[in-house]
Nanobody, 129 residues
Framework: QVQLVESGGGSVQAGGSLRLSCAVSRYTYSRICMGWFRQAPGKEREGVASIYTTGGSTYYDDSVKGRFTISQDNAKNTVYLQMNSLKPEDTALYYC??????????????????????WGQGTQVTVSS
């Protein structure tokens, strides 16, 4: 069973930065689609960014493009989400998720919530104006 542990959330003012981490364990870190999702109160969970661990192809939702960067450290089996120029509307509970079916980078770019079978516990990000 894949285990995902997130860290790095917190509270910042608008324009600030945070970096989220997601450590992957109990699974070979290869051919996994890793995604970051977020859910604000009263809203649907939405996909933010994804990375395919083999090859490193990335995808971003338009709402975060140019401000967020997803990356990985293969030696640490860890995926990161660097969030810059944060806005109050970025406030949400952020989850990392894994799709271990090995479907490739193109499918990973769909960032379809139902594709991800493993989820972390979530980490809160609060951006004040």
């Amino acid at each position: 069973q894949v285990q995902l542990v997130e860290s790095g959330g917190g509270s910042v003012q608008a324009g600030g930065s945070l970096r989220l981490s997601c450590a992957v364990s109990r699974y070979t870190y290869s051919r996994i689609c890793m995604g970051w999702f977020r859910q604000a109160p009263g809203k649907e969970r939405e996909g933010v960014a994804s990375i395919y661990t083999t090859g490193g192809s990335t995808y971003y939702d338009d709402s975060v493009k140019g401000r967020f960067t997803i990356s990985q450290d293969n030696a640490k089996n860890t995926v990161y989400l660097q969030m810059n120029s944060l806005k109050p509307e970025d406030t949400a509970l952020y989850y990392c998720a894994a799709d271990t079916r090995g479907l490739g980078g193109f499918r990973c770019s769909w960032l379809r919530r139902s594709d991800f079978g493993y989820w972390g516990q979530g980490t809160q990000v609060t951006v004040s104006s």
